[in-house]
């Protein structure tokens, strides 16, 4: 099932659930897939939508994080559950090794020497792991291995 379709089943579900914050967070992710779509005037690939979502999962972790330090812990809880629900529709993650093992080959195939050729690896690695890992956590662990 494409994830719009699997959007729409599970809003109609939330609807009819009344969960409120769950057709909030599958609301606000359906107008995110559809503000791109009429950006690039076509309807979106897999990988675009993957990049969407994990935009709004990062999103998501920064406001947390920005809640959490002013003390506003009535807006951490409902972020920490939009989170939750945006993340079900997210593949699922790779584990540390996976991610290293495919690091290691795009150092390779980039023939990445030192961290100056960062960019070189980060561009053969984002569209393999996009929506599989954190990005963040990627450019960390390639800046370790490329400083070695």
Not at 48 to 72: C, H, N, P, W, Y
Not at 82 to 106: G, H, N, R, T, Y
């Amino acid at each position: 099932m494409d994830i719009n379709a699997r959007l729409n089943a599970e809003m109609v579900i939330a609807a009819k659930a009344k969960d409120k914050i769950r057709l909030s967070a599958i609301r606000m992710l359906k107008t995110a897939l559809h503000n791109k779509e009429i950006d690039v005037m076509r309807p979106l690939n897999e990988n675009e939508t993957l990049q969407i979502i994990s935009v709004m999962v990062k999103q998501r972790k920064d406001s947390i994080e920005q809640f959490a330090k002013g003390g506003r812990t009535d807006l951490v809880e409902k972020e920490e559950a939009e989170l939750k629900v945006v993340q079900e529709f997210m593949p699922a993650q790779m584990s540390d090794d996976e991610v290293e093992s495919v690091i290691q080959k795009a150092i390779a195939e980039a023939g990445a020497v030192s961290v100056k050729d960062m960019g070189k690896v980060m561009k053969v690695l984002m569209p393999q792991l996009t929506g599989k890992a954190d990005g963040k956590m990627v450019g960390e662990k390639v800046k370790a291995l490329l400083s070695q």
